[in-house]
């Protein structure tokens, strides 16, 4: 019996294409600022929840230095990571639109 090698299709090195309800296991959402510094913020599940997050978090930030605290880094990007089909983590999502 003859052995195939069938090529299944890959989306951006996920096993399905992305929606914002996908569930991503445990990804990770990182804040990035235009200097190329970045900072973890929160274990997502999906991309809707990581937008959320991501909102949630730049007003904080924005309330911070409203009274004149240490905000951290200025974040200009948020990305999700999350672990793709070959079992590196990779890129799911870019968020960068919150206001």
């Known amino acids: 019996m003859a052995t195939t090698k069938k090529q299944f299709p890959t989306y951006n090195g996920f096993a399905i294409p992305l929606q914002p ?5 445990m990804a990770m959402l990182i804040a990035e600022s235009d200097d190329g510094q970045h900072e973890p913020v929160a274990v997502v599940g999906t991309i809707s929840e ?21 905000a951290g880094l200025c974040p200009t990007l948020y990305r999700v990571w999350a ?3 070959d079992g590196s983590y990779r890129t799911a999502c870019e968020i960068a639109d919150i206001l």
């Open 21 to 25: 309800d996908s569930d991503l296991g």
């Open 83 to 85: 672990r793709g089909i």
């Open 50 to 70: 990581a937008r959320e997050v991501a909102i949630s978090d730049l007003r904080d930030r924005m309330r911070r230095l409203e009274l004149g605290e240490d």
